[in-house]
């Protein structure tokens, strides 16, 4: 099991700044990759970024250049920064995990663990 906890949305202006964070606890092991996904009204979710326990990293292209993100194996915490924020950023921000290892709850196949989200919202 692993519960993942996300924090630091809010409401911020256009060109500002956020820093996301999203604890992890629980069986941490049983996670591979780790990201950050978006969902606004009307739209489906989306990937936003992405790092490996490595430290490979992978972004939309929207937000290249602006976000970063960042993972503290030691704290067991994963960061986004969002710079120069933009109100197409508007999103419940929500974090996830790859399991390393598929489980079959209920009949159903997990194969990601995520968080409840953290609405963003840029306006101004």
């Known amino acids: 099991q692993v519960q993942l906890v996300e924090s630091g949305g809010g409401l911020v202006q256009p060109g500002g700044s956020l820093r996301l964070s999203c604890a992890a606890s629980g069986s941490i092991s049983s996670i591979n990759t780790m990201g950050w996904y978006r969902q606004a009204p009307g739209k489906q979710r989306e990937l936003v970024a992405a790092?490996?326990?490595?430290?490979?990293?992978n972004y939309a292209d929207s937000v290249k250049g602006r976000f970063t993100i960042s993972r503290d194996n030691a704290k067991n915490t994963l960061y986004l920064q969002m710079n120069s924020l933009k109100p197409r950023d508007t999103a419940v921000y929500y974090c996830n995990g790859r399991l390393r290892n598929s489980r079959v709850v209920a009949g159903k196949i997990i194969t990601d663990y995520w968080g409840q989200g953290t609405q963003v919202t840029v306006s101004s």
């Open positions: 790092a490996t326990e490595g430290g490979i990293t």
